[in-house]
């Protein structure tokens, strides 16, 4: 909760430098400060929370029913993106496998 409450107070200092100097006003500056702030720590909190959850489950060792392609198919299929070209590590050229040309 502390990183929360961190966060909160540095993006609140941002976006009051950012309005007031795009409109050269402390009014409309501390109005986008507590709102666009406040409503982004919110969102923030839940985002860290379904993270958290990701990871938990993760290392739970809980069965997955990924496809042999990896995590990283596994977890764009379940977001809906199945369609999406993953490579595999054996189609990943390396730096050390291509060519020197001196």
Sequence with gaps: MLKTITFAIVHFCVAFTVTYLLTDSFLVGGAVALVEPAINTVVFYFHEK?????????HRGLP?????????????????CAGLVVPNQASVTTLKSLPVHP
């Design 50 to 58: 379904f993270w958290q959850r990701i990871n938990t489950n993760s």
């Design 64 to 80: 997955t029913q990924q496809p042999p392609e990896g995590k990283l198919a596994g977890f764009l299929a379940r977001l809906g």
